[in-house]
T-cell receptor, first 117, second 114 residues
Framework: GAVVSQHPSWVICKSGTSVKIECRSL??????MFWYRQFPKQSLMLMAT?????????EQGVEKDKFLINHASLTLSTLTVTSAHPEDSSFYIC?????????????FGPGTRLLVL | GESVGLHLPTLSVQEGDNSIINCAYS??????FIWYKQESGKGPQFIID?????DKRQGQRVTVLLNKTVKHLSLQIAATQPGDSAVYFC?????????????FGKGTHLIIQP
């Protein structure tokens, strides 16, 4: 239980294009999902909280118009990096609160590696 | 702002030995802590968690200790195996149960030597 998937697993795009990343909870429903970003050899940084049916909550310093989040259903949240630039190249990871092995906690997806040329 | 941090960035241990990874946190309001393991190119994998009303919790080959007095968290891995090589992160959640976004520590790279 509590499996979280992401698609795509990696993407390479040209500067100025937009990239959409999907996060799905495969065997449970998640009213709340979270998006993190991780640069090489660094820790995970929370970007935003994705709320089903309402607006996302962004962390300080994260541009909401740059990183569009849509949580259209209880099993899907999408992160769109708009007009991507090389500095947006990073590892984007989502998580969702779920239950597995008797523990209810946050489970993470496998991540999406974005490279902007 | 408040943050969760680690004492050691890299820890090298012999296969079969026990390892201890430490973490200091600064948010005294945090009441839920989680340890994650991250292998290269993958997302964090849940290892074990602990709530602030406990000071010790054991899993399979892993033990988490919480010292609220000094705001210190540790992860003990017994009889380390090659597959334990990874980066380990502690994370905290102020409200408990992972209901909010997590604050991660810097990470410790555990290297298991044969």
């Amino acid at each position: 239980g509590a499996v979280v998937s992401q698609h795509p697993s990696w993407v390479i795009c040209k500067s100025g294009t937009s990239v959409k990343i999907e996060c799905r909870s495969l065997d449970f429903q998640a009213t709340t999902m979270f998006w993190y970003r991780q640069f090489p050899k660094q820790s995970l940084m929370l970007m935003a909280t994705s709320n089903e049916g309402s607006k996302a909550t962004y962390e300080q310093g994260v541009e909401k118009d740059k990183f569009l989040i849509n949580h259209a259903s209880l099993t899907l949240s999408t992160l769109t990096v708009t007009s991507a630039h090389p500095e947006d190249s990073s590892f984007y990871i989502c998580s969702a609160r779920g239950l597995a092995g008797g523990r209810e906690t946050q489970y993470f997806g496998p991540g999406t590696r974005l490279l902007v040329l | 702002g408040e943050s969760v941090g680690l004492h050691l960035p890299t820890l090298s241990v012999q296969e079969g030995d026990n390892s201890i990874i430490n973490c200091a946190y600064s948010n005294s309001a945090s009441d839920y802590f989680i340890w994650y393991k991250q292998e290269s190119g993958k997302g964090p994998q849940f290892i074990i968690d602990i709530r602030s009303n406990m000071d010790k919790r054991q899993g399979q080959r892993v033990t988490v200790l919480l010292n609220k007095t000094v705001k210190h968290l540790s992860l003990q891995i017994a009889a380390t195996q090659p597959g334990d090589s990874a980066v380990y992160f502690c994370a905290e959640n102020p409200t408990g149960g992972g209901a909010d976004g997590l604050t991660f520590g810097k990470g410790t790279h555990l290297i298991i030597q044969p």
